[in-house]
């Protein structure tokens, strides 16, 4: 065995004191927690705080028209909603059209012309069906305050693969990530690929495989982007070779800890400053400016240009990415002439064959394994968020959405029943019942979306009961579909939330960044104790630790969300004990892939827990707008079970938790098992190991060869084997 006084007499260093190994490991251990701790609390901070109270600010409308009435109008949308609206008149249509198709303006109120009574309001999808929806928001009661009706044109429908106008969000993300991820990797595996002579032409190639992984996903698979190959590749060169240079410079500074930034900078900073889900004039002023200068908006932006707008204004966004590219560059050539192409506290290293461990830290791998380990780690992930995402999200339609018909009989019920039926087809699916409070019960318990109560007397008011708080998308797809009915059949309707959402959740996004950010807890601790500390395997010394992580973290999550955001209002005692179930339940989930598989157990545990997980919640979009696939896992999978929980928690009395408690305690039990199972196993190959190395000693080949061969998830040989296993070991070794 090589001790440490050895390998300090090769390498030509004295040998550490045990007093020093002892701090280093101390340091060790707490950047172990530190960094996933930095890591949700940077994302769900940003996003938590951006979005759970989105107030419309100043959003830019243009206003044609002329004379005393155009300004009346101009000066009524200063008015509306605080300073919500930012108008803007225009000299005639074709140039509103053009301020909109350039994006200078969100949409355009064309005025009546004398004696007219239609106004028009032009949006553009294109630009973000979020935004076009909140024009309209905005428009429509000023018209209809001057007894106009409205009508509304699209002058950049999206295409009718992606309705929900997701691609250009998903296909801007990937290109960002896989220009930072893969550094984390390199850093290990191949640091000699980080001097710029190397990096920049593999950098290259891998921007073009990327971007076109990327458009054969949302094109040809998915169906949400029609051609445009060329511009894609275009586009990922300059954003995935902007990012990946820019992240590279911060490894140079920063070594491991480059992540953070990165993190921070390119995505949880980019995704709320991209414009491309929620407008940007719904966010603070401060990614308003971010939007100008970050490389996530600038790619999607870019693309949205030539998706949507034939090319009109993408010369700006590409400019935007083409100056972090030469900045950086600049300054990684500066940097490597003075310091050299190793990250930092890491020595130079320009050898391409020096034996190197895993990435995860085990035993020596050849270089054509690292190789294909960098690669296909981000490839991957690649490949599951924006396949995962595209495929249940792209195209949203309503169907099968549970509704209780209320009559004052069951026949009178049934009978309406089938009428209803009738007109709206498969986009409900109606059931009957004669109790108002046993149908508003079934609402809070969340088994039906809503309860149409019929007039009572011919000409009498039909009533409509719903609940926001358990899901905004299907609350005001309901109410659509019903004031649609009641309109047609000249029936008065009265609406009811039964259940609304607070004040500072007014999208109800809170109940599923909470979820996430419980699951992501989870994941992340055993991702970085299996990447940073693979010594630490036994069951023994990670549940401590997981336990420990799970409380501290689900109390600080609370005070994050509630003290320091104010986006949930007390439920402190079932958010602390509630977030803690999760995040352990996740981390015994996470261990038993990353415990047997390393690594790479990220990619199988992230397309479960989270990229299956979002679209079964019912969290982002409601659960009957999703493939149908994606239903059924809502009653077996833990995000969808947290979403529940949080709402069911903060909104509905604790009605319905059961159920979706029963299913994290499931997850974690059952993974627990699992997990006492695998120290066992660890146990039989520790012995086998010892065993081949006993046999390998004998016969004069050294103890470590054996050892390596038989380790399949690349544990390294300061893991903790069996007291037996350790007895041969150390017979063999010394």
Avoid at 24 to 31: D, L, M, S
Avoid at 525 to 545: C, D, H, N, T, Y
């Amino acid at each position: 065995m090589e001790t440490p006084t050895a390998v300090a007499e090769v390498s030509g260093r004295e040998p550490d004191s045990p007093e020093a190994d002892r701090k280093r490991e101390i340091v060790k251990r707490a950047f172990l927690f530190l960094i996933p701790f930095l890591m949700v609390t940077m994302m769900y901070a940003t996003y938590m705080g951006t979005m759970h109270s989105p107030k419309t600010q100043d959003m830019p409308v243009a206003v044609v028209g002329s004379g005393a009435v155009a300004e009346s109008v101009v000066d009524e949308l200063k008015s509306v909603q605080d300073g919500a609206a930012d108008p803007r008149p225009a000299a005639d249509l074709g140039t509103a059209l053009d301020l909109l198709k350039d994006r200078d303006v969100a949409g355009v109120l064309v005025i009546p012309a004398d004696g007219g009574s239609e106004a028009t309001v032009y949006t553009a999808q294109g630009a973000g069906a979020s935004q076009a929806s909140t024009v309209k928001q905005l428009l429509a009661p000023v018209a209809a305050g001057h007894d106009w009706t409205t009508r509304t044109q699209d002058v950049a429908p999206l295409p009718s693969g992606d309705s929900a106008g997701i691609a250009v969000l998903l296909a801007a993300i990937g290109m960002i990530m896989v220009g930072y991820v893969p550094l984390s990797g390199l850093m290990t595996a191949a640091p000699h690929l980080l001097a710029l002579r190397r990096f920049l032409p593999l950098l290259a190639g891998w921007a073009v495989v990327t971007s076109t992984v990327t458009w054969l996903i949302l094109g040809p698979i998915v169906g949400a982007v029609d051609g445009h190959y060329p511009a894609f590749v275009g586009i990922g060169l300059l954003a995935t070779g902007a990012v990946g240079i820019g992240q590279l410079l911060f490894a140079r500074f920063l070594g491991g800890l480059a992540l953070l930034p990165g993190m921070l900078l390119w995505v949880v900073f980019g995704v709320p400053s991209s414009n491309l889900a929620t407008p940007i004039h719904s966010m603070p002023a401060f990614f308003g400016f971010l939007h100008d200068v970050l490389p996530l908006p600038a790619a999607g932006e870019a693309l949205r240009s030539v998706l949507y707008f034939d090319g009109r204004g993408v010369g700006d966004h590409l400019l935007t990415l083409a100056v972090w590219m030469v900045a950086a560059l600049a300054l990684a050539l500066l940097t490597e002439r003075r310091k050299g192409a190793a990250p930092a506290n890491a020595p130079e290293s320009g050898d391409p064959d020096a034996p190197r461990p895993a990435m995860s830290g085990g035993p020596v791998r050849s270089k054509r394994l690292r190789y294909f380990a960098v690669a296909a780690f981000p490839l991957a992930i690649l490949t599951v968020v924006v396949g995962m995402m595209s495929a249940s999200l792209h195209q949203p339609q309503i169907r099968d959405m549970p509704v209780v018909v209320v009559g004052a009989s069951q026949e009178q019920a049934a009978q309406a029943t089938k009428g209803l039926q009738k007109g709206l087809g498969d986009l409900v699916s109606l059931t009957t019942a004669t109790s108002l409070a046993e149908a508003t019960d079934q609402i809070r318990e969340r088994d039906v979306v809503g309860a149409y109560v019929l007039p009572t007397a011919e000409g009498g008011e039909a009533k409509l009961y719903t609940s926001s708080a358990a899901g905004a998308g299907q609350h005001n797809a309901l109410r659509g579909m019903f004031q649609q009915i009641a309109q047609s059949q000249k029936t008065p309707l009265a609406m009811t939330d039964v259940q609304p959402l607070d004040a500072s959740d007014s999208n109800g996004s809170n109940s599923m960044y909470a979820a996430m950010s419980w699951i992501m807890s989870g994941f992340v601790i055993m991702a970085a104790l299996r990447g940073g500390a693979p010594e630490i395997k036994r069951l023994r010394q990670l549940l401590p630790m997981t336990a420990g992580w799970a409380v501290g973290m689900a109390v600080w999550l609370w005070v994050l969300f509630d003290v320091l955001i104010g986006a949930i209002n007390g439920h402190g005692w079932a958010m602390v004990g509630f977030g803690a179930l999760t995040i352990f339940s996740t981390s015994m989930f996470t261990a038993v892939f990353t415990r047997t598989l390393g690594v790479a157990g990220v990619i199988p545990v992230l397309v479960i827990a989270l990229m299956m997980g979002v679209p079964a919640s019912g969290g982002a979009i409601s659960l009957y707008m999703v493939p149908d696939f994606f239903r059924d896992l809502n009653d077996v999978l833990p995000l969808p079970a947290a979403v529940d929980v949080v709402r069911a928690a903060i909104y509905f009395d604790g009605a319905g938790i059961g159920g979706h408690l029963a299913t994290i305690v499931g997850w974690g039990a059952v993974c627990l098992l699992l997990n006492v199972g695998i120290d066992r196993w660890l146990a039989r190959r520790d012995l086998k190991a010892g065993a081949a190395a006993d046999g390998d000693s004998g016969a004069g080949t050294g103890g470590g060869t054996g050892r390596a061969a038989l380790d399949p998830i690349g544990a390294d040989d300061t893991a903790e084997p069996s007291r037996r296993g350790r007895k041969r070991v150390a017979r063999a070794r010394y």
